[in-house]
Each structure stands twice: as structure tokens, then as C-alpha cells.
């Protein structure tokens, strides 16, 4: 095989200038699956950041035929595709070798995508399917927007990792000063501008703002985080009092003391609260495309975005979720401290059980174990199937720049194992010389840092047995020896 | 020219489907579909066929691949009935906006719940605000006519839309009738061959499918596809007029019309527009002065030739085998009242819904609606605007 200096020096089938995060593991494995194909390829990809990220009407990033269905049919559809190419073929009415390549996040397949998935494995259509599987459905706050930190007011972009923003304190309806553990580029979104009679802040539809619930007489309100698609004018807020827009100023933070803020039942819930008090929504109106990004902090999950207080975005439990995980789904709590409580699916064996001539999972941090997969699956015949591991920045909850890292962590640790499957046949395609703790993945993403706190050694013991159980069993199939 | 052979809707659907000799056929069996894809894949089976038939799991994988193969430049076709329908409800709307010309026959039948499978229109009319085109059949020889010129409508430049044939379940689907076939060369000859302008397999000029298209641009593209849509009706007459030189039957915007003065009609749709005719025929004989008028194209909705045929009537009664509920009336009572609100002298139209899961509808029951309509003409009053036919109440 031609090593990578060759091989990057193929044309680029997926241009620069789409919209995936930096970090994103989904256009790395995109750009090292294309490389890897030697015909014509033509593609389907299931709705998903992929897809978003690359078209935005008028604009392709893809320099190769594709096509985009729905969200639960990348499968079914290739399969028509590729039933027309073999019907074409066998009328003469076309003579070229090409290439299939279905695509589908995690979401797309484990999950609400599975049946098309089987029913392809199973027909035996000649496609690869390949699985880019960032572990939970991926989903932010404009640039513009002023966030108050310890520094005083900083615009957004302006806002690092570490940084100490001021957040709500759910508890005590206090502000406090967290760090912020990092910051997401969220591409260019549709961008809606809320107003109060103060603030104004613009921010995606899908983010969440702190809103009073009035439970009527006698019982007493909460705050529940709501989307700006969930909110109408006339909601309360949280916002920030007597904030001087654009002004830098400091909080005189020793000054907070517990308990002195008033719950008034009929009139403004925050009543007597130093920080915060609660306003009307007068306006929520579309702006347009703007490039957002997301802060993520750390213990309050909000901040203070223009005199408002919002939460971070996105990020829900799917089936790939692995044990352990926190999302906005499966979040964690004094009754759940482990966030998901159900191990993830095992794809790639299911995949395998449908005794497709080829089943493999790969790493982008391993790209010529990856690529040599990718070719040895295009020239099989047969329905194929990889699954590859997927950094995701804002998932994970980890540096934009540590992705590959990461995921070679994932190797050296058994989370990912590399192996194929051919003609029911495992095998293991790489095997680190010792595998290291779990835990040195689990202290590399945001996203397990929970499962650090020495309380929830019990779970993090757990899932270390579940990741030597699962080898055991890989390394049975395939005939290999346990390690000592 | 052509040759008399006695063949059931579903056995019609799968002779024409075989003339037409797509390039993929991908679907689910589902009763009363059943018999047009077990047929279907005999003749596959048997190499009679160029098609690739790919045998999918489930009807909204049909739609799917159909999707993926008409955008690879294939001739794509499937057929369902009901939930199946349903099921493909989300990539129906993509299959159109996508221009892309699919065909589907659908055999028509109620949905669930509860489930039921016997005819009604409930599938159809469900998706009649997909994007399709929408053409009715009576009987088994306007399935299988109208099937074949589907494939030019679907297929002509400035339409480029999918095509939804129905016919009803069990009523049409496993009746024999005589059906008059086509020879397969004059059929090969009249659908002539499918060029998509931009197909997924011409890896040298690659095309982009289905990007995320904002608030920018998918109003203007929404404006495309109605365009298309209101573009079809001329397509459908001349394809119409093509088809008679070549069999002798002419199919227009709408059905077959008794309306020679007429002063009291009855519009239907399906199966029951046959019923109807034979008892304009008896009452006429007796000096009557009823009509049909038989729906054919329901979408694109022909209001403006609808309105013109039923100018001079006096009353007007619209049977509707499908509800769509909490509404005025049914789907083809709202298009025909909405259609004749313009006129100077518009007639009483009343509605009646009829038929649902399969409930028979007979001679005597289309004879009181005459009556009624004769009453109606008469005061000039409707008291019940919809009222049911055949139901125990
Ligand atoms: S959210 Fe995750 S998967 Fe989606 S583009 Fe960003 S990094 Fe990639």
C-alpha cells in the first residue's frame, strides 16, 4: 500500500471550507476513507453533522456524487443506487467501475437506522457502509455575544479554556465563579436575537435559557431550562441586574452571602436578590446565519451570555453512548452519578452477525490500519461494514487539538479495539503491547470527569472489568491469547 | 394492436410494470399490493425483466432506494397499499422535492388504526399534499393505461415529479376483468428511454443531493415544485392524446362525464364512479337529467375544467371514501366547493362520505343521493352539509 505521503497527494474529494469543528473526527475519516479508494465513488451520508457541515445550499464540500435522503436511510438509499448501477451495468448502459460508500453517525445507525442497515447487510447489496460513531446525537451562542468573567466582560471569542466565568448557582440563586473547561466553534447556525427589557442576546434555537415556572397559588415556582424553540414572549428569565452593556466592571465577589434573596409567590421570583432578577421576553426574532460558538463550564453548566444567564447546548445520549457517559440525556445527578447507566451497543458485532463477507472497526489515529480496511472492504464483494471511531471536541469535551491523541487512547486503553471480521473470521488488526488503565481515557474527555471523584470508584472499577470482559471475548473469537 | 386478456388490477399493474421494464423495482409486499409484487418477481425470476429488484425490508426503505436509483438515472417504480404508505410518508415529500420520477401504484386500502384491509382512500388522500402527482383508475384497464402513461408525465423536462396510480383494493385489485394490453414494443416505444440530466453515476460531473437548504433558499425551491406541478395538467392532456393514437382510449384531466345535459351529478372516484355510470345509464333511460363526473387527476387539482363542466347544474353531490377529520368535509368535497365558489350561478354541492374500510356501496345507495339531490335543486336548501352513506347511526 502507498504510504500517506502518497497518498495525500490524491485531490482532496472533500474541499476545505465546510462547517464540521476543528477537531472534528468525521472529515479527518472522511478525507483518509476517500484517499483510500482507488475508483469513482459515489456517496450517501445520513442527516447528521456530516451532512449539515458539508452542504449548505448553495455550497457542496464534496467533489464526488452524493447524496443526502433522510436521517434513518443512508443505507436504503445507496442500496437503490447501487441496484441502479448493477442494473445499468448488466444493460450496458454503463461501463465504469464504481464504488459505494454509505455513511451514517452513530445516531443515524446504531439507533434510528439500524433496520435500513440490516436490511442492506442482509440483501447483499455491493456497498460499504461505514459508521462514523462519536457516541451521542451532536448538536451554541453567537460571536457577538458578551460573557462576564472574572476579568470583567469579554466577548466571547475572546474567552479561553480556564478562564473563571461567572455562572447561577442553581442552589442558591448566587453568582458564582467556575471555570470554563472549553470552547466550541460551532459553525455558522441560524441565529435568533431575544430580547428583555434590558438584554438582548443572540443564540441558536436550540439553546437553553433559565426560565421561572409559576406553579400557581400556594405552591412554590422553579427554574426550568427551556430552548429558545420552547419559549414565547411573555416567558420570564433570568437575567443579570443593572449590567452596562459593553462596560468592564468587577464583581465584588466576597460580598455574596447565602439566603439573601426573598421568593415572592405572585410578583418577581428573585425578589431582593442582589445579581439576578427575573425579566420579561418581549421579542424573539431570526437574525440570520452567524458563526457561533459554545462555552462549556464546568459544575453549573451555565453562564452569563450578555446579562443572561444560558446553559450549554447539544449532546444527547444515543445507543453508542458508552457506560459512564455524561450527555444532556443521560446527565449526572445524586441519584445517578454515573450519568449513562446502560453499557453501548455493540455494533460491529451485530453488524458481523450478519455474516457479511466484511466487518471491521477502525481509528483514525491509525490511518493505515484505516485505510487498508477501507480497500480490503471496496474489494470485497458484498456488502461491507466499518465502524470507526469519531472524536467529537464538543461531545467529548476535550481540546479541538487533542483529537487524534484521544483517540488513540481509546486503542491503548481496549475501549476501541481494531479488529476485522472477514468470512466470520476475527482478527485482531492491532494490539497495544499493554493495555493502559481505563482511566487514562476517562481523564482525557470532559465528558467522565465525574467518574474521577473518588466516590464513584466503584463505577469506574465497574466499567474497567467491562472493557477486560469484552477483550476476553474478542480475543476468544479470534483465537489469540489473553494477556498477562 | 394490442390483445384481450381477463386480468385482476394487481396482475394489470404487474403486466404493465413488466412492458414498462424499469430498471429497479424496490418493495414491500403489503395487502392487497400483494399479488403485482409476487408477479412481479416471477418475472424477474424468469429473466423476462431487465430490472434489479431489491427486495427491501420494510416500505420506507422502498421509498428510499427508489430515491437513491431514480437519482442514479434509473427508472425507479414501487407499489403499496395503506400503512405501507404511510411508512414512506417522510420520503415521499423528498422523492418529489428532489424531482425525481418515481412511480408507485397504490392499492388503495383504510389506514390503521383500527386495522383494516379492505378499500378505502384514507392512504392516498393522507399523502395528497406530498408533491405528487395523483391520478385515479376505476377499473383494472385504467390501472394499467394510466400506469404506463405515468412514466411520460413523470418523466417530461419541465415536470420531473413522481406519479402515485391507484386503484381500489380488492374491488379493482382481485377482480378479473377484460383488460386490453398493449404489445411491448408499442409500450417500450411510447415511454421511450429515461435520461436524468443528473445522475449520481456520472462520477465526471459529480452533483450534490438533498443539502441543508435554509430559510435562503427553500422558499424559492418549494415555488419550483409547485411550478412543476402546475405545469403538469398540459402534459398530462398531450400524453393523453399520444395514448389514443396509440390504443384508442383517451384519458383527460378528468375522468369519463355523463354530463350531456345534466342538472343533477354525482363526482366519485375509484371503483365507485363505475357503479354510478351504470346507474346514470338506467336513470337516464328513464328521462333523468343525472351525470358522473369521475375524478382522475386529483392532484394537480383540475378546478378550472371541473368548474366549467358542472356550469348549468343544478346539484351537486361529492362522494368522498376517505374523511379527513375535524374538516368541512372530505378532501375531494373541499377541492370541488372551493372550486366552484367563483362561478356566477354555482350549484348546491353536498357531500357524502361512503365506503370506509371496505363498507360496500350499492345501486339503491346511489339512487338516494339522485333523490336527494333532485330535492336539493328543488328548495335550493342543503340541510346536511356531509352526510354518510351506508352507516348505522
Ligand atoms: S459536534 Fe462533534 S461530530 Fe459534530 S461537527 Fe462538531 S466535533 Fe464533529
Redesign the interface.
Known sequence: MPSLKVLSRKKELLTGGHRLCAGCGASIIVRQVLMAAED???M?SATGCL??AT??????A?????????F??S??????????????K??GK?D?T?KFIAFGGDGGTYDIGL??L??VL??GHNLLYICYDNQAYMNCLSTSSLIMTEDGVKRITEVKEGDEVYAFDQRTYQLVLKKCSGVFDNGIK?VYELTTLHHSIKATANHPFLVLKRNGRGKKNNFVWQTISEMKTGDEIVVLKNLDEGESFKFDFNKVKKGDYKVNRSKNFLIDNKYFEIEKVRDIK?VG?EPTLDLRVEGEHNFIADGIVVHNTGIQRSSATPEGAATTTSPVGKAIPEGKQRPRKDLTRIAAAHDSPYVAQANPAYYNDLIKKVRKALSTEGPTFINILSPCPRGWRHDPSLSIQIAKLAVSTGVWPLYEVEKGQYRVTYRPKKRHPLREWLESQGRFRHLLRPENKGIMERLEKQVEEKEKSLLALAGEETSA | MGRIVGLTGDEATAEAMRQINPDVVAAYPITPQTETVQRFSEFVAEGIVATEMVRVESEHSAMSACVGAAAAGARAMTATSANGLALMWEICYIAASYRLPVIMAVVNRALSGPINIHCDHSDSMGTRDAGWIQIYSENCQEAYDNLIQAVRIAEEEKVRLPVMVTFDGFIISHAMERVEILEDDEVSQFIGKYKNAYSLLDVDSPVTYGPLDLYDYYFEHKRQQIEAIEISPEVIQKIGREFKDLSGRYYDLMGSCHLEGAELVIVAAGSTAGTVESVVDELREKGEKVGLLKIRIFRPFPAKQIAEALRGVRAVAVLDRSVSFGAQGGPIFLEIRSALFDEIKPPAVVNYIYGLGGRDIGVDEIERVYKNLERIAHTKKVDELVGYLGLRE
Open positions: 469513482p465513488v459515489v450517501s451532512e449539515v452542504t449548505i445550499y448553495p455550497f457542496t464534496w467533489r464526488i456524487p452524493w447524496i443526502h435522503c433522510a434513518e436511510n443505507a436504503s438509499t445507496l442500496s437503490g443506487v447501487e441496484a441502479a448501477y448493477r442494473s445499468l448488466r444493460q454503463i465504469r464504481i433496520q435500513a440490516s436490511g442482509e440483501r441560524d431570526l446565519p
